[in-house]
């Protein structure tokens, strides 16, 4: 009963470290304390923790090493842009809008989440790592190749795989607009995300996520994190319950995805590489591996220091290589040595 206490104290501290934070930033951001540069930092940040937290789930939590995380969030940047622009006209409210494309965003990101998974989740350790990372530049490169306008007829779709065909192939109607214009990525999009969007999100993504760990099916997926094979031994349906987690960690991130498109005019799939997928299992890493609370902060800092430090952002790579020896250091923790383990052969493997 204490046990039980405890934890939901702990998720109670979360929910209100966060609010507590929101309450603060925004006062600051009403009593025009924050700069320009500053308040552009707020969408963003927001995007990273939810994108941090879930991937928590699939790292910390259920003990798989994922290095596809950016190709998650980038079907939900694209397919929460093509959601809020072919629905502007029919809806003006940009916050419903923009509710509507993070739940697109979420779908979409899900469905390939589960799509991927079923191969996926069969592999182990390395393997695994491997085939999420060339699932994140596959999809990177398919979205370079889509070109997306829409008109009073709806949404018109090419996929331009021999780079012959542009914006102008896709006979809109008068009055259409091209809304992915292949690799030029997104172009002209109108920025309807917000601070407070954002941390509805991080409070939904935090809600389902600490549940989920709470759960009954939440112990089970710690278990096949600890022991496959004892999980395995007592009747816990592995695939079933990695599946789980995998998918509510990709849909998470298609959310967060979508909140990140909408807050830029123009976003091309080159900002969704192997590079970002890293950055958030920095994140996860340095907050410690099924720490949901400590994702949250080191999300926060991680995205500031460098912005905080630009005059110095040629070393902003080494800062974080220093910082993760340090951290591995301290927690001398069996699980942060396999998972840099997994990375480093996933690295080596790459570059092969």
């Given at each position: 009963m204490k046990t039980k206490k405890k934890i939901a104290w702990g998720d109670y501290i979360t929910?209100?470290?966060?609010?507590?934070a929101f309450i603060a930033v925004t006062a600051l951001k009403n009593g025009g304390a924050l700069n320009r540069s500053q308040l552009g930092?707020?969408?963003?940040?927001?995007?990273?923790?939810?994108?941090?937290?879930?991937?928590?789930?699939?790292?910390?939590?259920?003990?798989?090493?994922?290095l596809?995380?950016?190709?998650?969030?980038?079907?939900?940047?694209?397919?929460?842009?093509?959601?809020?622009?072919?629905?502007?006209?029919?809806?003006?409210?940009?916050?419903?809008?923009?509710?509507?494309a993070m739940v697109?965003?979420?779908?979409?990101?899900?469905?390939?989440?589960?799509?991927i998974g079923i191969p996926v989740l069969r592999l182990r350790g390395d393997y695994l790592a491997i085939v999420t990372l060339a699932f994140g530049e596959i999809i990177k490169e398919l979205i370079n190749c889509l070109i997306v306008g829409y008109d009073s007829a709806g949404l018109h779709i090419l996929i331009n795989f021999d780079g012959s065909k542009t914006a102008?192939?896709?006979?809109?109607?008068?009055?259409?607009?091209?809304?992915?214009?292949?690799?030029?990525?997104?172009?002209g999009t109108k920025t309807i995300a917000s601070f407070t969007a954002g941390y509805i999100l991080i409070m939904i993504a935090l809600f389902i996520i600490l549940n989920l760990i709470r759960s009954r099916a939440g112990r089970a997926i710690m278990a096949i994190r600890d022991n496959r094979i004892a999980a395995e031994s007592v009747g816990i349906e592995i695939t079933k319950?990695?599946?789980?987690?995998?998918?509510?960690?990709?849909?998470i991130a298609g959310a967060a995805g979508a909140l990140y498109g909408l807050n830029y005019s123009s976003l091309t799939a080159a900002k969704f590489d192997f590079n970002t997928s890293i950055l958030v299992l920095v994140f996860v890493v340095l907050g410690g591996l099924g720490n949901i609370w400590g994702s949250v902060v080191a999300a926060?800092?991680?995205y500031i220091l460098p912005e905080a430090l630009r005059s110095f952002a040629d070393y902003r790579m080494l800062m974080f290589a220093i910082v993760l020896i340090l951290v591995m250091?301290?927690?001398?923790?069996?699980?942060?040595?396999?998972?840099?383990?997994?990375?480093?052969?996933?690295?080596?493997?790459?570059?092969?």
């Open positions: 929910y209100i470290g966060v609010t507590a930092l707020l969408v963003p940040i927001c995007a990273y923790i939810t994108m941090a937290i879930s991937l928590n789930l699939t790292v910390g939590v259920l003990g798989e090493l994922s596809g995380h950016a190709g998650f969030m980038s079907i939900g940047a694209f397919s929460g842009i093509i959601a809020a622009m072919s629905l502007s006209e029919l809806i003006p409210s940009a916050g419903v809008r923009m509710a509507i697109t965003g979420a779908v979409f990101a899900g469905i390939f989440g589960f799509l102008s192939d896709l006979e809109l109607l008068e009055g259409g607009k091209a809304i992915i214009k292949g690799a030029q990525g997104a172009v319950y990695k599946m789980m987690a995998f998918v509510t960690s990709a849909a926060t800092v991680l250091l301290a927690t001398n923790s069996s699980r942060t040595k396999a998972l840099f383990e997994k990375l480093k052969s996933a690295k080596k493997e790459e570059e092969q």
